[in-house]
């Protein structure tokens, strides 16, 4: 089970690096405070590893990225994308390029079709026309490709997803319950930004090259914490999604530092095993949270705010 998306990640503002990255532009046509570096990476939703990833310019399309790393994906998959991924070109070149290799994604308004098969209320299989555009940019592609479309119900709102997946083996709770993964990438991204960068406005580095080196070391650390994460929730028996990211990122840390002030040959083996046995403890807690309504947070100031000011006239 894997999944594809994007994540922005800023620079320092710099003429070098806005000149190299670009940014957005705002409401009033100003651009953005920082330049933004665009990441864009397939990740194993159960083990949170990263498996590739593509950088570019803020300006650089992420479907255009995910292109590069189609052929990472290995057969008798399942693929999760966000919406901005819906491409006839992209999806039927996973799915035809390898042996089951299938795909999920949010269905875009507008979408023109025609039902071909219903299996039930929620289930049907929709017959959809291959644009020009992707025909001119592939033409391989058939001029027309046939979609089942899924609805389910999450606190009472109805969601829709477009899959290659087959109803004779995937039920309709069972794609509904699929595509709840997709979250995961945004807790790996989240990992990345809040628990390795701590939440830094900015990466570090004010050189280009310094830039990608920084961003790959980054991916790199990651992967090297997800993957003892892993080995240490198989040997207690559990989801290697299960591990406390944070938590386990400081331990290693810090056991890192320990094992290279130690003599580098003896007893490697034996602190590895005490590495994952630590990493092991990190488990989540997945008691009910209390239900608290959504509220709107005062945004953050460098002025001091007084909260019992007298209102104003």
Not at 98 to 127: A, C, F, M
Request: proline share 6%; with cysteine; glycine share 4%.
């Amino acid at each position: 089970m894997f999944a594809v998306d994007g994540a922005l990640l800023r620079t320092a503002d710099t003429p070098e690096l806005r000149d190299r990255f670009g940014s957005g532009n705002t409401s009033t046509d100003r651009q953005t405070p920082f330049p933004m570096l665009r990441l864009v990476a397939l990740m194993n939703v159960r083990s949170h590893l990263i498996l590739d990833a593509q950088l570019s310019p803020y300006r650089r399309s992420e479907m255009r990225l995910a292109d590069d790393f189609l052929q990472q994906i290995p057969d008798r998959s399942e693929t999760l994308f966000d919406k901005g991924f819906w491409s006839a070109d992209l999806l039927l070149s996973l799915s035809t390029a390898g042996d089951s290799r299938h795909w999920l994604i949010p269905t875009r308004k507008n979408l023109v079709s025609k039902e071909v098969v219903r299996y039930n209320p929620q289930d049907r299989l929709l017959r959809m026309k291959v644009s020009a555009q992707a025909r001119k940019r592939n033409p391989d592609l058939p001029a027309f490709w046939d979609v089942r479309e899924v609805s389910y119900e999450v606190q009472s709102k109805v969601k829709t997803v477009l899959t290659s997946l087959p109803a004779d083996v995937y039920s309709t709770e069972a794609i509904a319950e699929l595509y709840q993964e997709r979250w995961e990438i945004e807790l790996g991204f989240r990992d990345i930004k809040s628990s390795m960068q701590q939440n830094a406005v900015t990466l570090r580095s004010k050189k280009i090259d310094l830039v990608y080196q920084e961003v790959w070391g980054l991916l790199l650390a990651y992967n090297i914490i997800r993957r003892e994460a892993s080995q240490a929730a198989v040997a207690f028996g559990r989801s290697p999604s299960d591990i406390r990211f944070k938590p386990a990122c400081q331990y290693i840390a810090v056991q890192l530092i320990v094992m290279a002030a130690a003599n580098p040959i003896s007893a490697t083996g034996r602190r590895l095993s005490e590495l994952r046995t630590g990493v092991g403890g990190m488990f989540l807690d997945h008691r009910p949270r209390p239900s608290r309504p959504r509220t709107v947070k005062i945004s953050k100031t460098r002025f001091p705010v007084n909260r019992k000011a007298a209102p104003l006239k």
